[in-house]
């Protein structure tokens, strides 16, 4: 149990556009999600932590108007990278907390994304 | 700089014994995770800790906590090829957030 989803697992797409990732708790209702931003050969860097039907508490450095979150029901959590820039290319983590005994995140395989 | 530091690498021979080490500064931490990610994949758990523990064993690996010195370590007995991967050290601070250090990087020789 306990597993989440990312979809899509990587996209490419023209510098410019917009592109939209979702993540999925597929067999739990997760109270909490996370979004990271992993750079190569460095860590994971949190971005912003999502409660279902409230505003994303952004990371300081993270501009939120660029990287909008959305979560709308205790499934499903999306980051939409607006007008992104080939420095916005990187691999995006999320997770997703449910109420246990020791708090754990689940996380997604990743989104790895291109901007050319 | 990393509230969570690590060595960036580690390279032991397959059979031997493998020691992972993470320091934290947050001493309000409540959890302490190990996770692994092989190439291209997202982070996997292996083992946690509750802060107020001073070890825990799981089959082939074995976490030791000294809260008093913030070192955290997590040691992978007779370590396999497919263990090859980067690790990461977590905290979970009071306020439920998570940071991680940069992650140690596992080569297992033959």
């Known amino acids: 149990g306990a597993v989440v989803s990312q979809h899509p697992s990587w996209v490419i797409c023209k510098s410019g556009t917009s592109v939209k990732i979702e993540c999925r708790s597929l067999d739990f209702q997760a109270t909490t999600m996370f979004w990271y931003r992993q750079f190569p050969k460095q860590s994971l860097m949190l971005m912003a932590t999502s409660n279902e039907g409230s505003k994303a508490t952004y990371e300081q450095g993270v501009e939120k108007d660029k990287f909008l979150i959305n979560h709308a029901s205790l499934t499903l959590s999306t980051l939409t990278v607006t007008s992104a820039h080939p420095e916005d290319s990187s691999f995006y983590i999320c997770s997703a907390s449910r109420v246990s005994s020791y708090n754990e995140q689940f996380f997604g395989p990743g989104t790895r994304l291109t901007v050319l | 700089g990393e509230d969570v530091e690590q060595s960036l690498f580690l390279s032991v021979r397959e059979g031997d014994s493998s020691v992972i080490n993470c320091t934290y500064t947050?001493?309000?931490?409540?959890?302490l995770y190990w996770y692994k990610q092989e190439p291209g994949a997202g982070l996997q758990l292996l083992t946690y800790i509750f802060s107020n523990m001073d070890m825990k064993q799981d089959q082939r690996l074995t976490v030791l906590l000294n809260k008093k010195d913030k070192h955290l370590s997590l040691r992978i007995a007779d370590t396999q090829t497919g263990d090859s991967a980067i690790y990461f050290c977590?905290?979970?601070?009071?306020?439920?957030?998570?940071?991680f250090g940069a992650g140690t990087r596992l080569t297992v020789k033959p």
């Open positions: 977590a905290e979970r601070g009071y306020n439920n957030d998570m940071r």
């Open positions: 947050d001493s309000s931490s409540t959890y």
